[in-house]
């Protein structure tokens, strides 16, 4: 279960941000900017060979004490990033991918609505509730 | 504000009450709605109701925080109890009882239902005055919607007291008639236990511009939404009451309806659950909605784009976002486009939010695709987005195959490939597939990362299609993707696609195991190896650039020098019924003997620079056995040094050699044709065996010919090339000495044809040992790369 899920478009500002609310979000927001380092240079890393050549699924990105960082871009530069409890040993790499490939299918979804701009801020409903249900439920 | 003491018991009971209404879960302010809601529950008169919110200090702050909720509360106990209300009344009054709500708190319904039925005492009386009750037969909808008019008017009174109230304000001009539906349902239905009347009037009555609007509008006057023009009710005003209360009660009805079976989540749930589908479409509306879609796309069966919905949409002036909600709501199939069931939702959402009812969190059954069975919406699933990520998944796999020739044109079995990536899902449920349609080498899972070497013979051989077939079964426990072959393809059908158009037989998922796949069947060996081999090279990481890249990539960068296109004119050049016969006879070390370059290089890779290279120094020691014409059993010897299944397989008749020889050589042109970067040295050897194997006979001189000849020529780009040189070994043939007879001839023929093959070959060789070489230093340092560039990969 995440933590914390960022949408960051091609230009590096989100499009969508959401955390666990009981905990200071302006960390995890902290978290997913400097996260973009790691992802850009991922990308750049594996730029010199040919694009399709490049996996969409980062992997971890950084590890910090508590939480790791998990990165996903897609084809048109669009970046996932997830925070995790660290503490969440039973979390795998294939969980974290399945998590990211939801949000793919989310992101799509709501490209596909005519009355989204790109670029915009999301605020489908159905991909928030996405979200929420990867989200770790904190009552 | 004044301090409150509470009893522990009250202290509790609020808090209950508090954690109820917040259902924002703000723990700071109660919503609105609900408190209005419970507040009449709490059956007080309605002034009486305001003025406890004025004393709460609730209007003046316009909210409920947690001491205002508390203070109302009491004060609601108070006036229950029939004390005055004061403000000094909260804490001078001992021992005042609970506030009681006509339910317990935690009984919202029986709650609802008990408020209702203080409303429906009211119907009756209206009754005589409620217009004849529209098509759904909903009389107490009229009563009820009466007695809505009530509860709006302490809403209304309540407006200004409470601003904050999320008012959905619908244009004020929307018909007052749809407004009174809206509240009917919150009343005097049995069936329905109304959970949340309240939040749902708050917003309609502030939405409500007057107070007295409802009893104005039970005569029968309903103004059509003005700046509606595009909605159909304008057109018909006498008959827009019934329709608009038609479906603004049914509407409402769901609204309310959901609300009050909704209990502490969102407000509209269970709409299916009514009775009384109240978003079903009425046929007048129906109608309406179609001839608008004949407007914009004049088929009823095909679709209206999304930009052109947009457009249409955008004219109702509702906010976008709102839009956007009834967009992922109507599109079912989330294709972008609207049909005419998707447009008919969509509208009648549009219609419904302008009139002031809340968009549903979900698609309303009613509204579902196919919604001309009105009632059949119930068995549809009710998660557009579930449905409609299931259903492209299953529109994507066909639409991939067509896809999957033109990756591969030269390859003939495309057809029987795409077949058979059908049947198997691959772990790419495990990979990225989403994008990456053409990522062939589409980095392996880890997890997945074996790669079963499925024999693809290229060549529409049916013989050797079975035998792939009894490999790849056979080989199912070398393949633990197997029974994936049977799982339908899912969302990653991309990778799949893809992999599986490398392979026929398409055992592997993953990039990894595709390129593998074209080993061919007789190669168990070369199986094993290619599983070794993909397991090696996954075990790095699972986004280690397909060390056999070039395997499944005529195009790529390193298999760049064979051309799929010039092995298969070659071979197609060559002979084309050799190249069919071949295959069971001469499976080329580990590829098919036709199987071009590629092939080659992807046998040559799957098999590993393991094996091929300790193969290759053999094999060039080999070739001084070329000069054995007279022995068979030297080149079959010689042949034995390599691993493959194909030198045993080779036949010592002359028929099936030539036919070897005959792959081999196209094999050889090809390799020579094109930059052989791939490590395709261990078929270089292999095919040079082969071709000596066959090429027993060849006349010692004609041979060292070739060789020079093969030497002088470093890379023949051209085919025609290849075949001058083979034409001019061929003329050379006949200079040497041979037996008479037609069947020597005949023999010398395939000598020829072997030894043109042997010299192609022996060229290949020494192209792909350099490759081969330079491969595995490049693999080297990629492999190094990618440890230095994943650090924290190991977690």
Not at chain 2, 523 to 547: K, L
Not at chain 2, 749 to 757: D, G, Q, Y
Request: with cysteine; aromatic share 6%; charged share 20%.
């Amino acid at each position: 279960m995440a933590v914390c899920v960022a949408v960051i478009a091609k230009e590096n500002y989100p499009l969508y941000i959401r955390s666990v609310p009981t905990e200071n979000e302006l960390k995890f927001h902290y978290m997913v900017h400097t996260s973009l380092d790691v992802v850009d240079e991922k990308i750049s890393a594996l730029g010199k060979a040919l694009v399709d050549q490049r996996e969409l699924y980062l992997g971890l990105l950084y590890p910090t004490e508590d939480h790791k960082v998990y990165g996903y871009v897609t084809n048109s530069k669009v970046k996932f990033v997830m925070v995790v409890d660290a503490s969440n040993t039973a979390l795998r790499d294939n969980e974290i991918r399945s998590m990211f490939r939801k949000l793919h299918n989310s992101y799509t979804d709501v490209m596909c609505n005519p009355f989204y701009n790109p670029g915009d801020r999301i605020q489908s409903r159905a991909f928030d509730s996405m979200v929420t249900s990867m989200m770790i439920q904190v009552c | 504000m004044e301090g409150l003491t509470l009893s522990d018991a009250e202290q509790k009971y609020y808090s209950d009450l508090f954690s109820y209404c917040d259902i924002e879960s703000t723990k700071k302010v109660a919503a609105n709605g609900r408190v209005l809601e419970l507040f009449r529950a709490a059956q007080l008169p309605n002034d009486v109701v305001l003025q406890i919110m004025e004393l709460c200090g609730a209007t003046r702050l316009g909210y409920f925080g947690r001491s205002q909720f508390y203070i109302a509360l009491k004060l609601v106990a108070v006036a229950q109890s029939g004390f005055p209300l004061r403000v000094e009344s909260i804490n001078t009054v001992k021992d005042l009882p609970l506030p009681r709500f006509v339910a317990s708190k935690n009984e919202q319904e029986s709650r609802h239902a008990a408020s209702y039925s203080s409303d429906s005492e009211n119907q009756g009386s209206y009754s005589g005055v409620i217009p004849p009750p529209p098509g759904r037969g909903q009389v107490k909808k009229g009563s009820v919607s009466h007695d809505g008019a009530q509860p709006r008017t302490p809403a209304d009174q309540q407006e200004p007291a409470s601003p904050v109230v999320s008012p959905q304000q619908s244009p004020p001009a929307s018909p007052h008639t749809w407004r009174k539906h809206n509240r009917h349902p919150s009343g005097g239905n049995n069936d329905r236990p109304l959970a949340g009347p309240g939040p749902f009037w708050s917003p309609f009555g502030e939405a409500q511009s007057g107070s007295s609007a409802g009893e104005t509008v039970w005569s029968g006057h309903s103004p059509p939404p003005p700046q509606e023009n595009w909605v159909s009710f304008a057109d018909t005003p006498p008959t827009s009451t019934l329709l608009a209360m038609h479906p603004a009660s049914v509407q409402d009805q769901t609204t309310v309806r959901t609300v009050a079976s909704a209990t502490t989540a969102n407000e509209i749930r269970r709409q299916s659950s009514s009775y009384d589908d109240p978003w079903k479409i009425t046929d007048e509306q129906r109608q309406y909605y179609v001839n608008q879609f004949k407007t914009i796309q004049p088929d009823l069966n095909g679709f209206i784009p999304g930009s052109a919905a947009k457009e249409f949409f955008t004219k109702s002036k509702l906010p976008i976002l709102e839009l956007s909600h009834i967009w992922e709501l109507s599109d079912f199939d989330k294709d972008g486009a609207l049909t005419l069931d998707e447009f008919c939702a969509a509208f009648h959402l549009v219609v419904a939010r302008k009139n002031g009812y809340d968009l549903p969190e979900k698609l309303p059954e009613s509204l579902m695709p196919k919604l001309i069975d009105l009632e059949d919406a119930a068995d549809v699933g009710d998660q557009p987005g579930e449905v409609g990520y299931s259903g492209s998944p299953a529109e994507a796999p066909p639409s991939k195959s067509p896809s999957m020739p033109s990756l591969n044109q030269t390859w003939p079995e495309l057809n029987q490939s795409s077949e058979q990536w059908e049947t198997f899902s691959e772990r790419s449920s495990s990979s990225q597939t989403l994008t990456q349609f053409d990522s062939n080498i589409a980095p392996a899972d880890p997890d997945t990362a074996i790669v079963h070497p499925v024999p693809i013979r290229m060549t529409p051989s049916k013989i050797h299609m079975q035998e792939m077939e009894l490999k790849r079964t056979g080989s199912d426990h070398n393949n633990p993707t197997s029974p994936l072959l049977v799982k339908p393809p899912d969302l990653s059908e991309e990778n799949k696609i893809n992999s599986s158009v490398k392979f026929a037989s398409g055992n592997t998922v993953d990039g990894y195991s595709s390129s593998d796949s074209f080993t061919s069947d007789p190669e168990q060996i070369g199986n094993n190896v290619n599983r070794q081999r993909s397991h090696s090279g996954t075990s790095p990481d699972n986004t280690a650039p397909p060390p056999p890249p070039p395997r499944p990539q005529p195009s790529h960068s390193r298999s760049s020098s064979l051309d799929m296109n010039r092995t298969f004119t070659v071979t197609t050049g060559q002979q084309q019924a050799g190249v069919v016969a071949h295959p069971p006879a001469v499976p080329p070390r580990p590829q098919p003997s036709q199987a071009p370059g590629p092939i080659v290089h992807r046998s040559v890779d799957a098999d590993g620079l393991i094996t091929h290279t300790s193969t290759s120094p053999q094999q060039i020691p080999e070739q001084p056995n070329f000069a054995d014409f007279s022995q068979f059993e030297v080149f079959t010897a010689s042949s034995v040094n390599e691993e493959q299944d194909d030198e045993a397989e080779r036949h010592p008749e002359v028929l099936p050699v030539e036919k070897s020889s005959d792959p081999s050589n196209s094999l050889r042109g090809a390799k020579t044709e094109s930059k052989i970067e791939e490590k395709t040295a261990a078929s270089a050897p292999a095919n040079v065996s082969k071709g000596t194997t066959p090429l027993a006979p060849p006349p010692k001189p004609v041979r060292r010919r070739l060789k020079s000849e093969d030497e002088l020529r470093p890379e023949v780009d051209e085919h025609t090339q290849k075949t001058g040189v083979l034409a001019a070994v061929l003329a050379s043939q006949p200079s040497i000495p041979r037996s008479v007879g037609k069947d020597k001839k005949a023999i010398q023929a395939s000598i020829r044809r072997n030894k043109e093959t042997n010299t192609v070959l022996a060229r290949l060789n020494s192209e792909l040992q350099q490759q081969l070489k330079d491969v595995l230093e490049e693999r080297i340092s990629l492999e190094v790369q990618l440890e230095q560039l994943r650090p924290f990969s190991h977690l």
